[in-house]
């Protein structure tokens, strides 16, 4: 990235995380909570609060990751995940009128793929998946070491798919853990790390489900490499032995002996891939 300052915006399910990206880096934060029940004007002040704490002269343009359908020209935002109020938001026009610089929107979990392209493991990849596991699953697509967008940055939403009684996202986001064990992931993670048995058996189960999404991503794309971040990736130890077994059954298991799953470990990948779409 050249020397410019760029703003990224990850807007997610629970969080809106904001961060000034020059040389890239990250060099200054601010996020602030949002809640599914806020309406579509005070989720908007939130956004431009937040964005208020770290925007100075020094911008060119704001990138920003929704987790909904988006039309990349027009900058019109859809069905928001996880904020019902945003049916249809010309969110580009709205931030473009309040800071008066360019503004670039994309899909979440895109964003994701193209922070861990331009600054993270997915650098070393022309084909790979970056898997976002948070309140939801989110994937972003890179194919010939170019973000693969779809009509209105629809590719990747493999969350979407039927599975058991639901879609895979029951399963494999947030959700699985608060319906089958009525706890947070986040907090089945605190109890995992001091050995509880009830928390790391949850996570083992969790890595099964997560196999089968993770076989329709190979039967789907064969992808060299999947990148995993978001919340739950935090937990990777915990699921990781159960994901692998499940992968097992997977009919071609070459392509599983040369598959890198790799959790990220770059900061704020998010953030910089939402400030990258200003690229």
Same mark, same amino acid.
């Given at each position: 990235?050249?020397?410019?300052?760029? !703003?990224? %915006?990850?807007?997610?399910?629970?969080?809106?995380?904001?961060? @000034?990206?020059?040389?890239?880096? %990250?060099?200054?934060?601010?996020?602030?909570?949002?809640? +599914?029940?806020?309406?579509?004007? @005070?989720? /908007?002040?939130?956004?431009?609060?937040?964005?208020?704490?770290?925007?100075?002269?020094?911008?060119?343009?704001?990138? !920003?990751?929704?987790?909904?359908?988006?039309?990349?020209?027009?900058? #019109?935002?859809?069905?928001?995940?996880?904020?019902?109020?945003?049916?249809?938001?010309?969110?580009?026009? @709205?931030?473009? $009128?309040?800071?008066?610089?360019?503004?670039?929107?994309?899909?979440?979990?895109?964003?994701? =793929?193209?922070?861990?392209?331009?600054?993270?493991?997915?650098?070393?990849?022309?084909?790979?998946?970056?898997?976002?596991?948070? *309140?939801?699953?989110?994937?972003?697509?890179?194919?010939?070491?170019?973000?693969?967008?779809?009509?209105?940055?629809?590719?990747?939403?493999?969350?979407?798919?039927?599975?058991?009684?639901? !879609?895979?996202?029951?399963?494999?986001?947030?959700?699985?853990?608060?319906?089958?064990?009525?706890? *947070?992931?986040? $907090?089945?993670?605190? +109890? =995992? @790390?001091?050995?509880?048995?009830?928390?790391?058996?949850?996570?083992?189960?969790?890595?099964?489900? /997560? =196999? $089968?999404?993770?076989?329709?991503?190979?039967?789907?794309?064969?992808?060299?490499? #999947? #990148?995993?971040?978001?919340? !739950?990736?935090? =937990?990777?130890?915990?699921? $990781?032995?159960?994901?692998?077994?499940?992968?097992?059954?997977?009919?071609?298991?070459?392509?599983?002996?040369?598959?890198?799953?790799? +959790?990220?470990?770059? #900061?704020?990948?998010?953030?910089?891939?939402?400030?990258? /779409?200003? /690229?």
């Amino acid at each position: 990235m050249k020397a410019s300052s760029f !703003i990224g %915006v990850d807007i997610g399910g629970t969080n809106i995380k904001v961060g @000034l990206v020059s040389k890239g880096s %990250v060099v200054l934060k601010n996020f602030i909570s949002v809640d +599914r029940n806020d309406s579509e004007k @005070l989720v /908007l002040e939130k956004l431009f609060n937040t964005i208020d704490k770290v925007f100075s002269d020094e911008v060119e343009a704001i990138g !920003i990751g929704v987790p909904g359908v988006v039309s990349p020209n027009t900058g #019109i935002v859809y069905d928001v995940q996880n904020i019902p109020s945003w049916i249809e938001i010309p969110l580009k026009q @709205l931030v473009n $009128e309040h800071y008066h610089v360019p503004v670039h929107i994309n899909n979440d979990a895109n964003c994701f =793929a193209l922070g861990e392209k331009h600054f993270g493991h997915a650098k070393e990849f022309s084909n790979c998946v970056a898997i976002s596991m948070g *309140t939801g699953l989110g994937m972003g697509i890179i194919i010939n070491n170019r973000l693969y967008n779809g009509v209105m940055c629809g590719a990747g939403e493999i969350g979407m798919l039927p599975y058991l009684n639901g !879609i895979v996202e029951d399963f494999t986001g947030s959700f699985f853990f608060e319906t089958h064990y009525g706890q *947070t992931a986040k $907090e089945l993670y605190q +109890r =995992a @790390l001091n050995k509880d048995l009830q928390a790391q058996e949850a996570f083992k189960s969790y890595g099964s489900h /997560l =196999a $089968e999404a993770f076989k329709l991503i190979l039967y789907m794309y064969a992808p060299e490499a #999947i #990148i995993l971040g978001g919340s !739950i990736s935090k =937990a990777f130890t915990f699921f $990781e032995k159960s994901l692998y077994n499940g992968l097992r059954t997977f009919t071609y298991q070459k392509q599983i002996e040369d598959l890198k799953i790799i +959790r990220s470990k770059t #900061i704020d990948s998010p953030i910089l891939g939402a400030a990258a /779409l200003c /690229l």
